[in-house]
């Protein structure tokens, strides 16, 4: 694999530009503490050209905020002890994203060679061993006794010399055999990386990075040539365990971790070469309270989902790729009562619920000529149905499983999904026209349609908003139209929320209401609970500083078992 790391300024080992005791003076005291317990991250920073970009700054975390800063310079831990430096652009195109590891400023060419030579021997072992931690043990252990960095006649290990190495090639040697041997390569500190999104290889040239707080930026690992990108998509799928071939160029694949994985393979499809796309597994869950910290939705969203999702109501959430959709279906599920039995349905895990009662399935794609072992979401749906859910969550509706969820709402079963299209009227189209074909007056089934967009704000900068939550009414045979209820829609000249629904909401009056026991006469009360809500969300998250996922669905949970929800 001829993947490389290509930094965004001069660089030669060995060939420093500031010295070590004058470089750490500049440094803020919590890089310094940091430097002084990873000696390779002071040994970078000595060959970054402080006096043109500056110190970097350090952040244990960086906030959200910094993605609004003109000229970025910073860095930050990810996982396993590595870093990453978010270094300026010149041109101001697109910051840089650097990768640093111990192999970065560590030249280990002249020994890697003989250390792999060393665990061929015991290449049957390492292969037989399947668990990450037993082969990481594995490995140490025989890197322990293959090299050494005592320089002295002693180095021996029974008859066989050991490889001499300084501390910090072995540190670095060390690093290196368990990112090949474990991880994912050259890819592997991505990977790790919480704030990364998605990664892409367009083919020859540098692997492009969605971050959540810098957005678009360049990484440092460069594909040279056609070959060496032909080469890398070869090694993934065989990692994977879903080679590509010329006969099998296209592969979907699920990583260890849960990210989705796409690889593309040869130039006869793709002119610029083979090409892969990952969607990082985010972990745990955005929760509601931090999407209101982004601005996506506000309280009083989140209280009238609340109480939406408690009745257990079928809700799609609606928009294009990569505007939120899944991260806003995640967030909104601890709004449905921990004692739920709730399935999962999906090609792909991303859903992610935090009730203890969760069935999580997902389709399976038989290989080559064995089509009888396909089980898709239109299977898992109707299998779903015999399993007596609360609540049925479909990872993504694309085609005619949407029958059978619409089945599944007429039966009383909650339904919640996520659907491409662009709003409430798209949503109508797609659902009744070909190849879906749902009865128009089954629309009505629905309850809920909140569409989500990426967006431009008024100060330029883009995010993601929740542009409408929309309640839908019914169908009219006669004049042939569907009337629905905006209920909240966001203001792009503001950027704020406006709640039309208030006083004039159809499912808070007609049917939560109902359902909560509140007479017709007084059914205009439910709104005092979407506000009352709205203050306890603002207390939990403002004074209780309340925001991680788990934290918030038990602090609910418990809340309902007191009754004061």
């Known amino acids: 694999m001829a993947a490389q790391t290509e930094l965004p300024f001069p660089f030669e080992q060995g060939h420093i530009i500031t010295p070590r005791d004058q470089l750490f003076r500049l440094l803020e005291p919590e890089l310094q503490e940091v430097c002084q317990q990873s000696d390779y991250l002071l040994t970078y920073l000595q060959y970054v050209p402080i006096d043109v ?29 590595l870093f990453v430096h978010i270094y300026p652009d010149e041109s101001g195109a697109r910051d840089h994203y650097i990768a640093i590891e111990p192999t970065v400023v560590t030249n280990i060419e002249h020994v890697i060679g003989q250390v792999e030579s060393r665990l061929v021997v015991w290449a049957e072992e390492i292969g037989r061993t399947e668990d990450p931690d037993d082969k990481r043990d594995l490995l140490l252990s025989l890197l322990d006794s293959i090299c050494t960095t005592s320089n002295s006649p002693n180095g021996k290990n029974g008859k066989v010399e050991r490889i001499y ?13 368990l990112r090949e041997k474990i991880g994912l390569g050259i890819l592997q500190p991505l990977l790790l990386d919480p704030y990364i999104e998605d990664i892409s290889c367009s083919g020859v040239g540098p692997i492009f990075i969605e971050h959540k707080i810098f957005k678009s930026v360049q990484s440092s690992i460069v594909f040279p040539t056609y070959d060496d990108v032909d080469e890398f998509a070869v090694w993934l799928g065989e990692w994977i365990k879903s080679p590509v071939t010329v006969r099998n160029p296209l592969v979907d694949a699920v990583l260890p971790d849960g990210s989705r994985i796409n690889i593309v393979y040869g130039r006869e499809i793709s002119k610029r070469g083979s090409n892969f796309t990952i969607r990082k597994f985010s972990g745990t869950p955005v929760s509601v ?44 599920t601890t709004f449905i009562k921990p004692d739920a039995k709730i399935v999962t349905i999906e090609d792909t895990p991303e859903v992610v619920v935090p009730h203890p009662n969760w069935v999580q399935e997902m389709t399976r ?67 009744t ?33 929740v542009l409408s939550i929309n309640e839908i009414i019914g169908y009219d045979p006669i004049s042939e139209s569907f009337s629905f209820l905006e209920a909240f829609r966001w203001n792009p000249g503001t950027d704020v929320f406006e709640f039309p629904g208030y006083m004039n909401s159809f499912l808070l009056e007609q049917v939560i209401a109902i359902k909560r026991g509140i007479p017709p006469h007084r059914r205009k009360e439910i709104y005092d609970e979407v506000k009352r809500r709205a203050k306890v969300f603002e207390k939990l998250h403002t004074e209780k500083k309340v925001s991680d996922f788990h934290e918030l669905f038990k602090i609910l949970a418990e809340a309902r078992r007191q009754k004061l929800l």
Do not use: W
């Open 53 to 81: 970009v500056g110190v970097p700054c350090y952040f244990e975390k960086p906030p959200r905020n910094l993605g609004q800063q003109g000229i970025r310079n910073l860095i930050y831990p990810t996982k396993d002890g």
């Open 165 to 177: 190495v300084t501390p910090n090639e072995f540190e670095a040697v060390r690093y290196y055999v």
């Open 289 to 332: 309270l931090e999407l209101i910290d982004f601005g996506s939705i506000n309280y009083m969203m989140a209280a009238y989902l609340s109480l939406v999702l408690e009745a257990h109501m079928n809700v799609f959430v609606v928009g294009a790729t990569a505007s939120g959709k899944t991260t806003l279906l995640n967030a909104i």
């Open 365 to 431: 794609h038989g290989g080559g000529d064995n089509r009888g072992s396909d089980v898709g979401m239109f299977e898992l749906l109707k299998a779903a149905l015999r399993q007596r859910p609360d609540m049925i969550i479909v990872g993504e509706i694309r085609s005619i499983e949407a029958v059978v969820a619409f089945q599944a709402m007429q039966t009383g079963h909650g339904v919640m999904s996520t659907f491409h299209a662009s709003s409430v009227e798209k949503l109508i189209q797609r659902l």
């Open 433 to 465: 026209g070909d190849p879906i074909n749902i009865p128009k007056t089954y629309i009505d089934n629905l309850n809920l349609a909140i569409i989500q967009s990426a967006v431009r704000l008024p100060d330029g900068k883009s995010a993601r908003r």
